[in-house]
C-alpha cells in the first residue's frame, strides 16, 4: 500500500523557518518524484516544489531563494525546508508521488499538514 505520511507543520511567526517532512512507503521510492504542493482557504492548489526520481528540482517562483526542497534515500523521506516564512505562505502542504519525472498530474497523495504564518 503506498503511503505519504506529511508532518512538520505548525505555526510560526513570519519570518522564521518550518521543515516538512514527507514518509514514503509501498513503492520504490528511488524510482519516483515527490512534489510538495499547498492549498490556502478559498484558493486552488498550487505546485511548490519538486525533486525528480534523478535529483532535479522545481520550484514556485513564490518561493525560489527561500524553500529547499530534498531527499533522504536511506530513510524514503522527502524534506521540504521552509525559510523566511511570509503570512501568504499559510496554507495546508501536501506531498505527492509520481513515476520518475514532476509532472502536472500525481499519483498519490498525502493527508497533509498546516503551515500557519502569523505577521
Known amino acids: 500500500e503506498v503511503q505519504l505520511v506529511e508532518s512538520g507543520g505548525g505555526l510560526v511567526q513570519a519570518g522564521g523557518s518550518l521543515r516538512l517532512s514527507c514518509a514514503a512507503s509501498?513503492?520504490?521510492?528511488?524510482?519516483?518524484?515527490i512534489g510538495w504542493f499547498r492549498q490556502a482557504p478559498g484558493k486552488e492548489r498550487e505546485g511548490v516544489s519538486c525533486s525528480s526520481s534523478g535529483g532535479s528540482t522545481v520550484y514556485a517562483d513564490s518561493v525560489k531563494g527561500r524553500f529547499t526542497i530534498s531527499r533522504d534515500h536511506a530513510l524514503n523521506t522527502v524534506y521540504l525546508q521552509m525559510n523566511s516564512l511570509r503570512p501568504e505562505d499559510t496554507a495546508v502542504y501536501y506531498c505527492?508521488?509520481?513515476?520518475?519525472?514532476?509532472?502536472?498530474?500525481?499519483?498519490?497523495w498525502g493527508q497533509g499538514t498546516q503551515v500557519t504564518v502569523s505577521s
Open positions: 505527492a508521488t509520481a513515476f520518475t519525472y514532476c509532472r502536472d498530474d500525481y499519483d498519490y
Open positions: 509501498g513503492f520504490a521510492f528511488d524510482d519516483y518524484a
